[in-house]
């Protein structure tokens, strides 16, 4: 199959946040199963990668104008070495700008123009490329324009009227979401915007427009798939979801395994593997060292990285930080976030310094060290889609506490006949998290159930192999294959 994978971000090239991983490690995983993959995103000003020059413009009509479009190619390289090409297009007007989505002083105005230039782009690149595409796969609500475009304006065109369309949802908290003059904008037809297409509540919803007219449209996990499926959790989308229960898949993300390994890991102190795991020892001494803690072999040490918001649960954690800090633990924190957040750490890091570390910052190779060295990792998120730190910590044996949500309820299993490899709570309270913190630090105690679990969820695999093979059955089953 030719597959065409429509991203706002990939990494190496941009990234902003989860989506960009997995648009840069999807792509190359199904091609690994014998099928021709074509990634296409824009090319921002800050470009993390060179791309080369194709010499090759194509021309988009957008609001009764003309605009051209510069393609530039550059390659994605999988864990086996093979390789994806990616189309990125350059268009100064939308794309060279010092942001990708906003400013601190908030979103684009004309976002809704910017992609809907991208999507109608994305479908010019594939045809003047002579890349006919079987699937086409789009990511949020930035590509889904694509899905409205190929089913509503080009209807007749041979070039895509054979294909199949997946829209994979990461985040439903994001729909882009604009005025009704964005349809003159957007060349969106006028009877679309209905109840029962793009309208949603006055206004236009790209993200809605794109599960209208695809013929799939999966989440990052089984568990946000359900949930995204509920009045609580739908973002006012639930209905519609639900009218199409058939076509909403579930399928998790996957860990590159070549990056977040402990056995090879360059970032950590010392090596380790599930057979020899006095290495361990070594990271959580060096980690202790590197937010200047004490020293402590025996005292339990827990890590979390993460984007600091009442989203992965914040609030939760600024409330029982007293009770925390009077337990026998440490605490480290990584990461930037919402600006309450960053006084908060601030203001009790010196109080608490023998007992809390927080860098309030982005820094790789300081996350692999928490990975490595912390006992326990703590993800309290009030819902998390998918979530990679949970799968990260099982395959470096650093247990994971988490909120039963999303795909961090269907990753991280509690006590099942000996194969349990985490904790888990499930009511959204400060009290229900604190038991569930205690049931591991009780459970810690006991050094031979301590390793079982992390040996456990060392032997977990989930790995990109597995996401590809799923998503090339789901394609296939469009076909009736």
């Known amino acids: 199959m030719n597959?065409?994978?429509v991203s706002s971000e990939v990494v190496p090239y941009s990234k902003t946040g989860g989506l960009a991983d997995v648009s840069g490690s999807l792509p190359p995983a199904i091609a690994a199963l014998g099928h021709a993959v074509r990634v296409v995103t824009p090319k921002y000003k800050k470009l993390n990668k060179v791309a080369d020059d194709l010499g090759l413009d194509v021309t988009v009509t957008l609001e009764g104008l003309n605009r051209t479009t510069r393609l530039f190619e550059g390659k994605i390289v999988g864990e086996a070495g093979e390789f994806v090409p990616v189309t990125l297009l350059a268009q100064s007007?939308?794309?060279?700008?010092?942001?990708?989505?906003?400013?601190?002083?908030?979103?684009y105005p004309d976002n809704d123009a910017r992609f809907a230039f991208f999507c109608k782009a994305a479908l010019e690149a594939a045809r003047a490329l002579d890349f006919k595409?079987?699937?086409i796969h789009l990511n949020d609500w930035q590509s889904a324009l694509v899905a409205v475009y190929v089913r509503a304006n080009m209807r007749d065109d041979p070039f895509f009227s054979g294909a199949r369309i997946v829209l994979t949802v990461h985040n439903l908290g994001y729909q882009?979401?604009?005025?009704?003059?964005?349809?003159?904008k957007a060349d969106i037809e006028e009877s679309l915007f209905t109840p029962q297409c793009l309208e949603f509540f006055g206004r236009v919803n790209y993200l809605k427009g794109g599960m209208i007219f695809a013929d799939a449209v999966t989440a990052v996990s089984e568990g946000y798939a359900r949930e995204i499926m509920t009045e609580e959790q739908?973002?006012?989308?639930?209905?519609?979801?639900?009218?199409?229960?058939g076509r909403v898949h579930g399928i998790i993300n996957g860990v590159d395994y070549s990056e977040w390994n402990p056995k090879r890991d360059k970032y950590i102190v010392t090596n380790y593997t599930p057979k020899k795991l006095i290495g361990k020892e070594a990271c959580k001494k060096d980690l202790q060292n590197a937010f200047r803690?004490?020293?402590?072999?025996?005292?339990?040490l827990i890590g979390m990285i993460s984007r600091l918001a009442e989203q992965k649960g914040f609030d939760l954690i600024?409330?029982?930080?007293?009770?925390?800090?009077?337990?026998d633990l440490q605490l480290v924190i990584l990461g930037t976030g919402e600006e309450k957040y960053h006084k908060y750490f601030e203001s009790v890091k010196s109080k608490y310094k023998n007992k809390l570390g927080v860098k309030l910052a982005y820094d790789n190779t300081l996350a692999h060290k928490i990975e490595a060295g912390a006992d326990m990792f703590l993800m309290p998120s009030l819902y998390e889609p998918c979530g990679l730190n949970q799968m990260y910590s099982l395959k470096y044996g650093t247990v994971p506490i988490v909120r039963a949500t999303g795909g961090l309820d269907d990753t991280v299993i509690e006590d099942a006949g000996g194969e349990g490899a985490g904790f888990k709570f499930r009511d959204y309270t400060t009290a229900d998290m604190l038991a569930c913190i205690d049931r591991a630090l009780k459970t810690y105690m006991d050094r031979k159930a301590w390793k079982k679990i992390m040996t456990n969820g060392m032997a977990k695999d989930y790995s990109w192999k597995q996401s590809a093979e799923k998503y090339v059955i789901l394609y296939q089953s469009l076909f009736g294959e």
């Open 176 to 184: 882009g979401l604009f005025s009704g003059e964005t349809l003159k």
């Open 3 to 5: 597959v065409l994978f």
């Open 318 to 327: 600024e409330e029982a930080m007293p009770d925390l800090m009077i337990r």
């Open 234 to 245: 739908g973002m006012g989308l639930d209905g519609v979801l639900r009218e199409r229960a």
């Open 133 to 135: 595409p079987d699937i």
């Open 293 to 300: 803690l004490p020293a402590l072999p025996d005292v339990p």
């Open 93 to 107: 007007e939308f794309f060279d700008r010092d942001e990708i989505y906003s400013t601190p002083g908030g979103d």
